[in-house]
């Protein structure tokens, strides 16, 4: 016996013996003395096994005595909650002199257990990770995938809410983009939006210093008076871990679960699902990128054809209740390009889209080249019809935007297609119509109206007048400007605002502007040749034909034909060349300059004053409009704003003023008190033909004149 107990004594593993009816320990080896002992040299023996074993005052209500067999050992697990430790527990019964025992052997399992929870909380990890990246795979609406993730990150840590945040560097803001909430919790996005970065303040330096925000227990660790208190507090968070979201090293979010009653601490999850939601998201916003790409026009940033055919196939019957079309196609396009290039056209396309898109949003596709349609579901009569009237008038407002249009609305619409064709024939009567228009009763198309103006030039059927401009200072000519005119049929002169907008918007105007040049060049070079003094002439050119391509090298050749240098050549452009994308005028305005040609700036103050313009390019004359002159001596604002202009050019090294459309002394003296230095109008005399003006100012031509 004995030697039993010395062997007994030798194991590492705690032995025991107790009586099964008294509970008395009646014999311990060694390691059970050493494990169960509180104090040095402690007698065990003859004490309760529940009393030192499990600290309890009566019989453990899971004791296993009643199971016990002589045969075979009862083998069971339990945690000592006394000890702290989880042991394996192998009990059996022994009789010795008619005495029931308990015979116990409980190995210390502690170590293997944590490696075991270990084990399966690490197969949970890889479990959670897997799931949700087969959630990214899967899912291919990237809400609903990473909301499905959140859920699957909050069950795992029995959170109560798992959420995304995406910070906003340049904005400096943070929003709740994604949440996840446990049955029975209030979701707290809505309320989490546009958060200032400078409140998550200790956040992103936690961030930066440790990988990740831990927070146990929220009233022992962040001030209650702070605003991150207050607000984590309201949410009902107690405690929470928190992993940042990177993006080449930057912090570009967060993802987080609040109270988690599992794993707290362990922010492996919330790093790896951060890293996988990260990649998923860029994927994902390529990928809508791309298919914005594919449905969007990528010069006017319009819906394209894909894009209409896509709305149309997804317009569901209800939608075709209440159902406005509109059908827009762009006059002259084609010639435009032809003409002007490709960059002109563009500008055209770019201004209509802009138009069609602040009025109807999305509803506008480009569906070809030239052609735009507006689908508008769900608007009534008089919401459509006003806005058909603001298109029509906005596009009647921007310079070059010549459309026709077919605008139709229907109560409720069967068949969609059948009702844009519908659109599209009206488009065309319109198109029909604005050509017929445009010709005065006879139907003919575009290249009719150009053969028409170019017999018209050879035939002499358009006439080039001249009115002086005198200088204010002297009273002597200081030039003349060219105006064009054209004979009717009946041998009456029609003004140039008759005919201008229509071979405007037939792009056919550069045909006048250069027959006018041609007539003053060759003046000129009489002038040159025959007269006693010479003065410069402006000519009027369309903003369409400031625009062509290599017109500087064009006018200049024009000059070099009759020998007639730039500098007796005055460019006059109107204030609306606004309208002119601003770096293409500077560089034409440029190269004019350079060539030596004058360039001015007409009708300024006819509509507003663009100052702006003055200081970007280099105009050596700045020509009062006649609306300003007319007013000058009735109405105090035109004379302040007369003698302003005037003071500006005067301060502008350079820039001479001309007032137009003098037509009284009183006027003239006006602006002879304002240092005007130069003055055109029918108080010095009518635009008259170029054969009456050189009869008044050149008389010694008179005798040898053509
Ligand atoms: P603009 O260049 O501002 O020309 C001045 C206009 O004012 C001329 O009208 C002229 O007849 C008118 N005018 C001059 N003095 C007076 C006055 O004392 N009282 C009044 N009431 N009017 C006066 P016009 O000739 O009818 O020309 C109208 C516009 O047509 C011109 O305005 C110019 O923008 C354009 N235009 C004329 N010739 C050409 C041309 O060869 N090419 C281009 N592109 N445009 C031209
Ligand atoms: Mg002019
Ligand atoms: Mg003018």
């Known amino acids: 016996m004995t030697e039993l107990f010395a062997i007994l004594n030798e194991l590492e593993d705690i032995i025991y013996v107790s009586d099964i009816e008294t509970y008395e320990l009646l014999f311990l080896n060694a390691a059970a003395v050493k494990t169960l002992s509180q104090k040095e040299g402690d007698a065990l023996v003859g004490r309760k096994c529940y009393e030192v074993l499990q600290g309890k005052t009566s019989p453990c209500e899971f004791c296993t005595n009643k199971f016990l067999l002589r045969e075979n050992f009862y083998t069971w697990e339990y945690t000592n909650l006394k000890y702290e430790r989880h042991f394996l527990v192998k009990d059996k019964l022994l009789v010795w002199k008619n005495r029931k025992m308990r015979f116990e052997i409980a190995i210390d399992i502690t170590e293997r257990q944590k490696e075991k929870e270990q084990i399966e909380h690490d197969l949970k990890t890889q479990s959670v990770i897997v799931e949700s990246l087969q959630i990214l795979d899967q899912e291919h609406n990237l809400e609903q995938a990473i909301e499905k993730i959140m859920g699957t990150l909050g069950r795992h840590h029995?959170?109560?809410?798992?959420?995304?945040?995406?910070?906003?560097?340049?904005?400096?803001?943070?929003?709740?983009?994604?949440?996840?909430?446990?049955?029975?919790?209030?979701?707290?996005?809505?309320?989490?939006?546009?958060?200032?970065?400078?409140?998550?303040?200790?956040?992103?330096?936690?961030?930066?210093?440790?990988?990740?925000?831990?927070?146990?227990?929220?009233?022992?660790?962040?001030?209650?008076?702070?605003?991150?208190?207050?607000?984590l507090h309201a949410q009902g968070i107690e405690s929470l871990m928190a992993a940042p979201i990177m993006d080449e090293g930057q912090i570009v979010g967060c993802l987080g679960v609040d109270n988690p009653r599992y794993a707290f601490g362990d922010t492996l999850l919330l790093k790896s699902v951060g890293y996988f939601i990260k990649s998923y998201m860029e994927k994902q916003r390529t990928k809508t990128y791309l298919e914005k790409l594919s449905l969007t026009d990528s010069l006017t940033g319009l819906g394209n054809r894909n894009k209409y055919i896509a709305a149309l196939r997804k317009m569901t019957a209800d939608e075709t209740h209440d159902f406005g079309v509109a059908f827009i196609d762009i006059n002259g396009l084609k010639a435009a390009n032809d003409a002007f290039g490709h960059d002109y056209g563009d500008q055209i396309l770019v201004k209509i889209a802009n138009i069609l898109h602040d009025i109807f949003g999305g509803d506008a596709f480009r569906t070809g080249g030239d052609e735009f349609i507006i689908l508008c579901p769900g608007l009534s009569k008089e919401e459509f019809t006003e806005k058909a009237h603001?298109?029509?008038?906005?596009?009647?407002?921007?310079?070059?935007?010549?459309?026709?249009?077919?605008?139709?609305?229907?109560?409720?619409?069967?068949?969609?297609?059948?009702?844009?064709?519908?659109?599209?024939?009206?488009?065309?009567?319109?198109?029909?119509?604005?050509?017929?228009?445009?010709?005065?009763?006879?139907?003919?198309?575009?290249?009719?109206?150009?053969?028409?103006?170019?017999?018209?030039?050879?035939?002499?059927?358009?006439?080039?007048?001249?009115?002086?401009?005198?200088?204010?200072?002297?009273?002597?000519?200081?030039?003349?400007?060219?105006?064009?005119?054209?004979?009717?049929?009946?041998?009456?002169?029609?003004?140039?605002?008759?005919?201008?907008?229509?071979?405007?918007?037939?792009?056919?105007?550069?045909?006048?502007?250069?027959?006018?040049?041609?007539?003053?060049?060759?003046?000129?070079?009489?002038?040159?040749?025959?007269?006693?003094?010479?003065?410069?002439?402006?000519?009027?050119?369309?903003?369409?034909?400031?625009?062509?391509?290599?017109?500087?090298?064009?006018?200049?050749?024009?000059c070099a034909l009759y020998d007639v240098p730039c500098n007796l050549i005055d460019i006059e452009v109107t204030e609306s060349i606004g309208a002119i994308?601003?770096?293409?005028?500077?560089?034409?305005?440029?190269?004019?300059?350079?060539?030596?040609?004058?360039?001015?700036?007409?009708?300024?103050?006819?509509?507003?004053?663009?100052?702006?313009?003055?200081?970007?390019?280099?105009?050596?004359?700045?020509?009062?409009?006649?609306?300003?002159?007319?007013?000058?001596?009735?109405?105090?604002?035109?004379?302040?704003?007369a003698k302003h202009c005037i003071q500006l050019c005067m301060d502008i090294e350079g820039i001479s003023s001309v007032a137009e459309g003098i037509e009284s002394e009183q006027q003239l003296n006006l602006l002879k008190i304002y240092n005007c230095d130069y003055g055109q109008g029918y108080y010095f005399s009518k635009p008259i033909s170029i054969y009456d003006f050189e009869q008044r100012y050149f008389p010694e031509l008179r005798s040898d004149f053509h």
């Not at 200081?615 to 007319?630: P, R, V, Y």
């Open 390 to 558: 603001l298109l029509r008038r906005k596009l009647a407002e921007t310079p070059d935007c010549h459309v026709s249009c077919g605008i139709a609305w229907e109560k409720s619409v069967e068949d969609i297609e059948a009702f844009i064709k519908y659109a599209d024939e009206l488009m065309y009567i319109e198109k029909q119509s604005y050509y017929k228009n445009t010709l005065g009763k006879r139907a003919l198309h575009h290249s009719s109206i150009m053969e028409e103006t170019l017999r018209g030039l050879e035939h002499g059927e358009f006439l080039v007048h001249f009115q002086p401009k005198i200088s204010l200072k002297s009273g002597e000519l200081g030039g003349a400007e060219a105006l064009i005119r054209k004979l009717d049929h009946n041998g009456d002169l029609v003004p140039p605002m008759k005919f201008i907008p229509l071979l405007e918007s037939e792009l056919l105007i550069r045909h006048i502007d250069f027959f006018v040049l041609h007539q003053v060049c060759r003046t000129i070079k009489r002038w040159r040749t025959h007269a006693a003094k010479t003065v410069p002439v402006s000519v009027n050119l369309s903003r369409l034909t400031l625009m062509e391509h290599n017109i500087v090298e064009k006018l200049s050749s024009v």
């Open 158 to 231: 029995m959170a109560d809410r798992g959420y995304v945040f995406e910070f906003d560097e340049k904005e400096g803001l943070a929003n709740n983009t994604y949440e996840w909430c446990a049955n029975g919790i209030a979701p707290q996005k809505q309320t989490l939006q546009r958060v200032p970065l400078q409140d998550m303040h200790r956040w992103l330096s936690t961030f930066r210093q440790k990988g990740e925000m831990l927070i146990q227990s929220l009233p022992k660790e962040v001030d209650a008076s702070s605003a991150e208190y207050q607000t």
């Open 581 to 641: 994308n601003p770096e293409s005028l500077k560089v034409v305005s440029y190269k004019l300059r350079k060539e030596g040609f004058s360039l001015s700036l007409d009708d300024f103050g006819s509509k507003y004053c663009n100052f702006s313009i003055l200081a970007n390019i280099e105009f050596t004359c700045l020509k009062l409009d006649k609306s300003l002159i007319a007013s000058l001596c009735i109405n105090n604002r035109s004379r302040m704003v």
